[in-house]
């Protein structure tokens, strides 16, 4: 079973998307910042991390280089979500699978994820 790290202060979507996800058959761990989400990654190696670019305490772009200067974590596929265009994401970092402009339906996120995990669950 793949585990994917969801890591968004908004509540009710990372509860929408980790009972979405978990139904479809992935372990999902979820946090509310950027330092709760590196923490969980320790603790639940991910396959894949879903990022909100903007959080409180350590935000997207910090979380993702954290990861890529970590090893363990620096392979792991990110899908960066935001309400802004991805042309201001991208400006501010890099280094994630694929961008996810909010709000989106589950099959654009479901077709990233399969591409990202290379066909499944």
Same mark, same amino acid.
């Given at each position: 079973?793949?585990?994917?790290?969801?890591?968004?202060?908004?509540?009710?979507?990372?509860?929408?998307?980790? %009972?979405?996800?978990? $139904?479809?058959?992935?372990?999902?761990?979820?946090?509310?910042?950027?330092?709760?989400?590196?923490? %969980?990654?320790?603790?639940?190696?991910?396959?894949?991390?879903?990022?909100?670019?903007?959080?409180?305490?350590? $935000?997207?772009?910090? /979380?993702?280089?954290?990861?890529? %200067?970590?090893?363990?974590?620096?392979?792991?596929?990110?899908?960066?979500? =935001?309400?802004?265009?991805?042309?201001? /994401?991208?400006?501010?970092?890099?280094?994630?699978?694929?961008?996810?402009?909010?709000?989106?339906?589950?099959?654009?996120?479901? %077709?990233?994820?399969?591409?990202?995990?290379?066909?499944? =669950?």
């Amino acid at each position: 079973m793949k585990t994917i790290v969801i890591i968004d202060d908004e509540f009710g979507l990372a509860d929408v998307l980790e %009972a979405t996800l978990s $139904d479809s058959g992935y372990r999902v761990v979820t946090a509310s910042n950027g330092e709760q989400g590196l923490h %969980a990654m320790h603790e639940h190696p991910p396959d894949l991390v879903i990022l909100d670019y903007m959080m409180p305490l350590l $935000d997207g772009p910090g /979380v993702l280089r954290a990861m890529r %200067a970590e090893p363990r974590l620096a392979t792991v596929p990110v899908i960066m979500m =935001s309400a802004m265009p991805e042309s201001v /994401v991208s400006a501010r970092c890099s280094g994630y699978f694929a961008f996810l402009r909010k709000p989106f339906g589950f099959d654009p996120l479901h %077709a990233i994820i399969v591409r990202a995990l290379g066909g499944g =669950s």
